[in-house]
């Protein structure tokens, strides 16, 4: 069951809701009142280690292409507003379906570990 644990306009909000919450999910807009998603993720990366959060990025960008290549290593998905509660739906999905891949992955090492034992 997905529980929405917080949110925030502000980049200090966001910052102390993430860090206090640590949520498998985040939806964040790549502006945000006070800085920018980069600023945001870079300083939750030195509190929290952020590779097990997954996220996705909501854009207005005109460059649209760029902007995915520049994080394509990091989220899970972008949106591109203006988009659709369907959108939303299938970007969730698809976070859901990295997790469901990780944790299969994370089984088979720790399976192989034993075997190798």
Wanted: proline letters at 3%; charged letters at 25%; glycine letters at 6%.
């Amino acid at each position: 069951m997905e529980t929405v644990v917080g949110m925030a306009g502000k980049m200090e909000e966001a910052f102390e809701g993430i860090s206090r919450s640590w949520p498998d999910l985040l939806i964040s807009d790549i502006n945000i009142i006070g800085g920018r998603c980069y600023e945001l993720l870079a300083r939750l990366n030195e509190v929290i280690q952020l590779a097990g959060m997954r996220i996705v990025f909501m854009t207005l960008f005109h460059d649209f292409d760029r902007v995915r290549e520049e994080f394509a290593h990091a989220p899970v998905d972008f949106l591109k507003k203006p988009f659709t509660a369907k959108d939303l739906q299938r970007a969730v999905e698809k976070v859901a379906q990295v997790q469901v891949t990780l944790q299969t992955h994370r089984q088979v090492e720790r399976l192989l570990e034993m075997l190798l034992s």
